[in-house]
């Protein structure tokens, strides 16, 4: 098989076209990774290969949580127009970038973090490519020690379950006790994906539309921060 690493598949496939079969479990091989990622895809979003991404409310939703109906609700209201995609779990680096291929958008990084006393929330946004550190963010909040924030406050506060932190969580925190914070490198990006409260569906949606139709709607006026992209070592 080495023979024919250095051909080009347009050459690979006009031999194999020529009768040389043996090229086809050369490029089966050569691509079998690629192949497993589109198959893993596939299987995540769980519909037909030509439709994979679905707007607005799914069809037949008597399956579906209560608390992830009533997101869609919400856009709906809002006229918030979406896609949505919906998966296995998206709870590891892998599924994630699964998901994003499909909508063709990043997912950005959704913390929900805590002070030292527990007495302070905060929901930070922020790109997904950017490293978290927390002392790049206390001092710009006045608040020392952060960690993130226990299950049971999050079930608490946004009725979400560990995975599925999301902005939409807020609709929750009627008391106004978690401060939503967003990198401000955020608002470059056109669309902003987030779960509806359930990490086996992600949303997609106009940076717009969040910005200025959903966060007001929410009752959560963000603070805007500004976190710094490290480069790599080595």
Same mark, same amino acid.
């Given at each position: 098989?080495? %023979?024919?690493?250095?051909?080009?598949?347009?050459?690979?496939i006009?031999?194999?076209?020529d009768?040389q079969?043996?090229?086809m479990d050369?490029? +089966?091989?050569?691509?079998?990774?690629?192949? *497993?990622?589109?198959?893993?895809?596939?299987?995540?979003?769980?519909?037909d290969?030509?439709?994979?991404?679905?707007?607005? +409310?799914?069809?037949?939703?008597?399956?579906?949580?209560?608390?992830?109906?009533?997101?869609?609700?919400?856009?709906?209201?809002?006229?918030?127009? #979406?896609?949505?995609a919906?998966?296995d779990a998206?709870d590891?680096?892998?599924?994630?970038?699964?998901?994003?291929?499909?909508?063709?958008?990043?997912i950005?990084?959704?913390?929900?973090?805590?002070? *030292?006393?527990?007495?302070?929330?905060?929901?930070?946004? +922020?790109?997904?490519h950017?490293?978290?550190?927390?002392?790049?963010?206390?001092?710009?909040i006045?608040?020392? %020690?952060?960690?993130f924030a226990?299950?049971e406050?999050m %079930?608490?506060?946004?009725?979400?379950?560990p995975?599925?932190?999301?902005?939409?969580?807020l609709?929750?925190?009627?008391d106004? %006790?978690?401060?939503?914070?967003?990198?401000?490198?955020?608002?470059?990006d056109?669309?902003?994906?987030?779960?509806? *409260?359930i990490?086996?569906?992600?949303l997609?949606?106009?940076?717009?539309?969040?910005?200025d139709v959903?966060?007001?709607?929410?009752?959560?006026?963000?603070?805007?921060?500004?976190?710094?992209? #490290?480069?790599?070592?080595?």
């Open positions: 098989r080495d %023979r024919w690493k250095d051909c080009s598949d347009e050459e690979l006009a031999r194999l076209r009768g079969d043996e090229i050369y490029l +089966m091989d050569k691509y079998k990774h690629l192949v *497993r990622k589109k198959a893993k895809v596939m299987f995540l979003i769980g519909g290969t030509d439709d994979l991404i679905q707007e607005g +409310m799914p069809p037949g939703s008597g399956q579906r949580l209560d608390k992830e109906l009533r997101c869609y609700d919400l856009l709906d209201r809002l006229g918030i127009a #979406y896609d949505r919906d998966h998206a590891t680096i892998e599924a994630c970038a699964a998901v994003e291929d499909v909508l063709e958008a990043g950005c990084k959704n913390l929900f973090l805590t002070n *030292r006393q527990q007495t302070a929330f905060y929901l930070l946004l +922020m790109p997904g950017k490293p978290f550190r927390t002392k790049d963010l206390s001092h710009q006045g608040s020392a %020690r952060l960690s226990s299950p406050h %079930r608490e506060l946004l009725d979400i379950t995975g599925s932190v999301s902005v939409l969580g609709m929750n925190d009627h106004h %006790r978690v401060r939503l914070l967003i990198d401000r490198d955020l608002l470059d056109t669309y902003l994906c987030c779960h509806p *409260r990490n086996t569906s992600t997609k949606l106009r940076m717009t539309d969040a910005v959903l966060l007001p709607a929410l009752a959560h006026a963000p603070t805007y921060v500004d976190l710094p992209v #490290y480069e790599q070592q080595g």
